[in-house]
């Protein structure tokens, strides 16, 4: 009967049909702009400090790298063969405290990205871990949104696109239901608890007291069941003032969203209190889309209005002398990326 309940939900509500169906329409506008640019790889010149313009395949650390140190977290960076003891003395040295986040260096969908509280489970996360990959502080502020942002490049001051705010997926105990009970009275948070179960095992069977609240997944991801609220009204001229000056400070950086943990609305328009979790490049999307009270056909139509953008960044920068992939590179890249996602779901 879940199963039953789970299939029409997502019939229901496009948000979560196969990314080939929703973007199956939208290929054929990709094509026009690669006939234009003269390469399906165009991208690649979007953001030319990003491998492959930030669009797959792209080093996280080397992201962060760019970014000046305060507006990120503490973050490390780990090739798969390192010792237990040496990942755990740089852990140390670096002065991060449990709990923290670690996920793969090249990730997506937030495939493998865990909250670790204690060495035992480092440990036991490291036995399926055969990428290079990431530490990182885990940022405390209660609050995230990804922030869609493009500058022209022959400009000093670019435009916020979109914003979606992420509610986690969090729990609300009544001292009657277990955990697994709570999750099945929501449809969203049902469709993940095969994945939960997984994670939680007979965690799930207990009770959750009254007004007790327990986050499942402490970070904001779609495919991990985050809600998506569409709050593009909170763009005005103070935010777009306090993030273009952010954006300008990153080398070479056009096109992309931040995923952002904050304290307040407040702050972040004053641009303090704030981190960035993350720096998406050309492969973006713009997330507001998955608000539900956004149809399909909305989705499609910013989905065009920011590949156009996309498209005029490239053919800018590559005027100017940054290439474009080939057929047989583009080719490569999404047999690469698509290998990648198979592993990284087959060790999930």
Request: charged share 25%.
């Amino acid at each position: 009967m879940r199963k039953l309940k789970n299939s029409i939900h997502i019939l229901l509500n496009w948000e979560y049909w196969n990314m080939n169906i929703v973007y199956f329409p939208i290929f054929f506008y990709w094509i026009y702009l690669s006939i234009k640019a003269r390469s399906i790889g165009f991208f690649n010149a979007s953001n030319p400090r990003i491998i492959n313009g930030g669009f797959a395949l792209e080093s996280k650390k080397e992201i962060y790298d760019l970014i000046p140190k305060q507006y990120y977290p503490e973050t490390l960076y780990f090739k798969p063969n390192q010792k237990l003891e040496t990942i755990i003395n740089a852990i140390e040295k670096a002065n991060i405290q449990f709990p923290f986040i670690i996920k793969p260096d090249m990730g997506l969908q937030g495939l493998r990205v865990e909250k670790i509280h204690s060495w035992n489970e480092l440990s036991t996360y490291l036995q399926k871990t055969d990428y290079d990959f990431l530490v990182q502080e885990c940022i405390t502020h209660p609050l995230e949104i990804g922030l869609f942002y493009y500058r022209m490049p022959n400009e000093n001051k670019g435009k916020i696109t979109g914003i979606v705010y992420k509610d986690f997926l969090i729990l609300k105990g009544n001292g009657t239901n277990t955990i697994e009970e709570l999750i099945e009275q929501n449809p969203r948070f049902a469709l993940q608890l095969d994945t939960l179960k997984s994670k939680y095992g007979k965690v799930l069977d207990t009770i959750l007291p009254q007004d007790e609240e327990l986050n499942l997944v402490p970070f904001g991801n779609h495919v991990r069941g985050s809600k998506f609220t569409d709050v593009s009204h909170w763009i005005n001229e103070k935010l777009t003032e306090t993030f273009n000056d952010v954006c300008f400070q990153i080398p070479d950086f056009y096109f992309g969203r931040l995923d952002i943990m904050f304290q307040s609305r407040e702050d972040l328009e004053e641009g303090k209190n704030f981190s960035i979790i993350e720096l998406n490049g050309a492969g973006s999307e713009p997330t507001h889309i998955y608000d539900p009270k956004h149809s399909i056909f909305f989705a499609w139509k910013e989905i065009i209005k920011h590949y156009d953008i996309l498209y005029k960044i490239s053919s800018f920068n590559h005027k100017k002398g940054h290439s474009y992939l080939n057929i047989k590179q583009s080719r490569q890249l999404v047999a690469d990326n698509s290998k990648l996602t198979k592993h990284l779901k087959s060790i999930s």
